[in-house]
């Protein structure tokens, strides 16, 4: 973070590593949407400065999980960018499925969902070209089958995951939103398997 942000500096000065803090991690829908905030998070522990030897292992590690975020090389004297590392002692999350508390031991043993990289730009494609395939998915929703595609007057990819795909319908009469969720047969291990998966949704939807 920039060496002259408020954080950077508790971090820098703090006694003894000693510096508690709550970081709030918002999640946003990438597509126009009613309600358009997906979730939060709230991961609490001890943020530190990375430091000394440990800055070159840290700054290899940051370009390795993200590379188009890579901490930028800075003078020595005149330091511009600041590491530090946070320590989570607990995790809560609020979003589309739920409330709940994450243990920071399982987090870090969970694999990232193959799909979670590309979901912005997917969503983003699903609603610009596919607009009409997305729409008839109101026609899978159970007892409502025949009704809802009419009744709907906007439909809107909203959440993409290795699992499913989740849609935001707003109806015609009223202007009440609400949520569905279309699950694949089986979860997706890479982009090849989300283009069949989706495939097999809207052949579904069209009958």
């Not at 709230?42 to 940051?62: P, S």
């Not at 975020?69 to 960018?81: F, Q």
């Not at 709907?152 to 009469?173: C, S």
Request: glycine fraction near 6%; hydrophobic fraction near 40%.
């Amino acid at each position: 973070m920039p060496w002259d942000s408020p954080t950077a500096r508790a971090a820098a000065y703090a006694q003894d590593d000693d510096l508690t803090c709550v970081m709030e991690i918002t999640d946003v829908a990438p597509v126009a949407v009613r309600q358009r905030i997906r979730g939060r998070a709230w991961l609490a522990g001890w943020l530190t400065a990375v430091r000394n030897e440990d800055r070159h292992r840290y700054r290899e590690l940051l370009a390795e999980r993200h590379p188009v975020r890579a901490v930028p090389e800075s003078d020595a004297e005149h330091p511009s960018w600041m590491l530090v590392r946070l320590e989570t002692g607990e995790i809560s999350v609020d979003d589309l499925w739920g409330t709940g508390c994450v243990e920071p031991d399982d987090l870090g043993r969970t694999e990232p969902d193959p799909v979670a990289r590309h979901e912005a730009e997917l969503l983003q494609h699903l609603h610009s070209t596919h607009a009409d395939q997305v729409h008839g998915l109101a026609t899978l929703l159970g007892d409502r089958k025949g009704k809802a595609s009419a009744a709907a007057h906007d439909v809107v990819p909203l959440a993409l995951d290795r699992f499913g795909l989740r849609v935001r319908i707003t109806e015609k009469k009223g202007g009440r939103a609400f949520d569905a969720r279309f699950d694949f047969p089986e979860p997706v291990r890479d982009t090849g398997e989300l283009r069949q998966a989706m495939h097999t949704l809207f052949s579904a939807a069209m009958g």
